[in-house]
Each structure stands twice: as C-alpha cells, then as structure tokens.
C-alpha cells in the first residue's frame, strides 16, 4: 500500500493517506476516489477528443456507452468493496501474526539444530530421488 501511494504521489500528484487505506472503511473508499476521479476524468478526456474527431453518434450509441460505462463502474466499485473487505480481514490477522513473527525473532538460534535439520532434509531428499529411479527402472523393465 504504501509503495502505490508513493507511485501515486510521484507519477499522477496523488497524495494518498494511507493510515485511511490501512482502515479499510468509508475513509479509503475516498481515498480511493482519489484515484478513479483522475483514471474517469482521463477517459472522459480521450472520449472528448475522439468525439471531435468522429461524427456525431446517435442516440443509442451514446445510449449503449453510458450503459457499459455504468456497468464498469458498478464493477469496480464492487472490487473496491471486496478488496476493502479483504484487506481488513488481513489488516485483522496482523496483530496475530505480529506476535508469531516477534517471537520467531526473538527466538535465538542454534546451529546444530539447523545443521541437523538441513541434514534431514537431504536425506529425505536423497531417499525420493532413490524412489523415483528405481521407479523408472520398473517401469523400463515393464516396456521391455
């Protein structure tokens, strides 16, 4: 989050709060509307400019865009919501989390414990490799 709102600020000059973002309510919903203002405005600008170009569309044309239009911001206000509702679901998980990963840190460490475990490893490891060839030599004695 905060790598996209530093993107934001330094390509498209975007200041985006994101404590607001971090929440995951009403307050990163505008936010956000930070961001699809710019991205409707700029299409709204290239439909301009192709639309004194081209001739004049009937009225279910402009009709049929207005509804697709429509469609595609109901779609993305729904993605909005959802991706809200997940990052708050994760934004949840993270006092949890935090606790595991300060005591995973805090945790000193023991060579030998992490000698013998990449030593386990290699056996086993070595064993399925051992498994697999004397598979493939079963079935090259199968075939012949």
Known sequence: ???????MATKAHI???TRKLYG???????ELLKITSLLYSA???NEDTSDNYQDVETGTTE?????TD???CRQLASEITSK???LYDLLGQEVELREARRIAVSRSVDIDEIEKGIEQSTESVN???HRINQRIDNLASDEA
């Open 127 to 129: 064993n399925e490799v």
């Open 63 to 67: 009709l049929s865009n207005k509804t």
């Open 1 to 7: 989050v905060k790598s996209a709102a530093q993107l």
């Open 70 to 72: 429509l469609k595609a």
């Open 24 to 30: 995951a309510d009403g307050y990163a919903v505008k």
């Open 15 to 17: 200041k985006l709060n």
């Open 43 to 45: 299409i709204r600008s």
């Open 84 to 86: 809200g509702a997940k």
